[in-house]
Every structure is written in structure tokens, then in C-alpha cells.
């Protein structure tokens, strides 16, 4: 069978279930896995859900390519780092949220601190509304918002993961925020731009 190469980066390509992939720019989705990213799916999912019965005058979207599925998907580099939801109102987008965490028995938050890819941060900053990271851990559920990860944003370690060296912006789990509470920021911006909005959350 012929070479084919990655027609971003120029590495020799691979296929897995029948569908080609590029080892380097899709590494996070090779290194994790299907179950991995299912259980990522699974948290979008239960999150949209209650979104949309807390706040039902908004109008909820899973956002970024593949974050509903565990399935490989040829994601265009310009939308890579998408966040996961979006939140609208009134054909206004008004918040976007990460969702990330992990349920492997080797993590444990807390103690141990909360880890967010500098990659996201920046694409965090990118955006005009506010941005939460909203993190799925087995035992606890929390929300870091932008100007919180902002603050951290120096205090970088590494980290092993799948055999591969990555640096991490850490966060002390003490200053994250419990994850209800993102229902009390959505809340608190959907007031802003329509202080009649009794939201009996």
C-alpha cells in the first residue's frame, strides 16, 4: 500500500477503523482512545441536558467537532480547540464551555490539583464571551472560569500521560469553584442581558 501522508504536517498516516489518521495532529484522540473520549461524549451530554432544563430560554449547542462522539473524526485545524458547548440567547452567543476531567483511578481531585492544557487557555482568550472549564472527576465536579486559569497561568508542571511528556497549567482544586456553580454564572449572565428573567434555579 502507497505512503499517505498528513497533508498538514507531512507525517506518515495510519488507519484505525477503517478510518485514516495522522499520529501527530490527531494524537490526543489516538492517545486516549475510544473509551476515553465516550465517557467525554457522555459528559457533554449529561451537561447539555441539564442546561437545557435549568435554562430553557436559551438555546444549548454541542459545539466542537467530535465532543459528542467517541468516534474519529477529520477535524479541520481551524476549528481544533472548539469548545465543547455554547450557550444563546436571543441569536446571541453568551458563554462557552470546556468540558474536560477524567475518570482514571490514577487522578485524584482532590487533592490533587486541576490540569488544564495551555492550548485551551489560549483558545479560551480567543473568544469575546465569558468561557468556563467545567471538569468531571470521579468524586467531584468543578468549574474554573477564565479570569481563575488566567491567574494560574505560570504555574506550570509536567505530566506523563500515555507514555508522553505534556506540560499542564495547574490550579489548586481549593480555588476552583464546585461545578453548581456554573449554573449560578449562567444565570447571573442571562440576567445581564434580560434583568426580567426570573430563574428560579
Not at 476549528?79 to 455554547?86: L, T
Not at 475518570?103 to 492550548?119: C, K, T
Not at 485551551?120 to 470521579?138: D, G, I, N, Q, R
Request: net charge positive; proline share 9%; charged share 25%.
Amino acid at each position: 500500500m502507497d505512503e499517505v501522508r498528513c497533508t498538514l504536517c507531512a507525517t506518515p498516516t495510519k488507519i484505525r477503523g477503517g478510518r485514516r489518521y495522522c499520529p501527530r495532529c490527531d494524537y490526543w484522540k489516538a492517545s486516549y482512545g475510544e473509551r476515553e473520549w465516550g465517557k467525554h461524549a457522555e459528559n457533554v451530554h449529561a451537561l447539555v441536558a441539564e442546561l437545557r432544563g435549568r435554562f430553557p430560554q436559551a438555546t444549548w449547542e454541542v459545539g466542537g467537532l467530535g465532543a459528542a462522539t467517541s468516534s474519529r473524526l477529520d477535524i479541520p485545524p481551524q476549528r481544533k480547540g472548539e469548545p465543547d458547548i455554547r450557550g444563546w440567547w436571543m441569536r446571541r452567543l453568551f458563554v462557552s464551555i470546556e468540558v474536560s476531567g477524567t475518570d482514571s483511578p490514577n487522578v485524584s481531585v482532590p487533592p490533587e490539583p486541576i490540569f488544564i492544557r495551555p492550548g485551551k487557555l489560549t483558545e479560551a482568550e480567543s473568544h469575546e464571551v465569558p468561557y468556563f472549564f467545567y471538569l468531571v472527576y470521579p468524586n467531584a465536579v468543578y468549574v474554573v472560569d477564565l479570569p481563575l486559569a488566567q491567574a494560574h497561568r505560570r504555574n506550570t508542571v509536567p505530566q506523563k500521560i500515555r507514555g508522553r511528556v505534556e506540560t499542564y497549567i495547574a490550579i489548586p482544586y481549593s480555588r476552583a469553584y464546585p461545578g453548581s456553580k456554573l449554573f449560578d454564572f449562567i444565570a447571573g449572565l442571562l440576567r445581564q442581558m434580560e434583568p426580567r428573567q426570573g430563574l428560579g434555579i
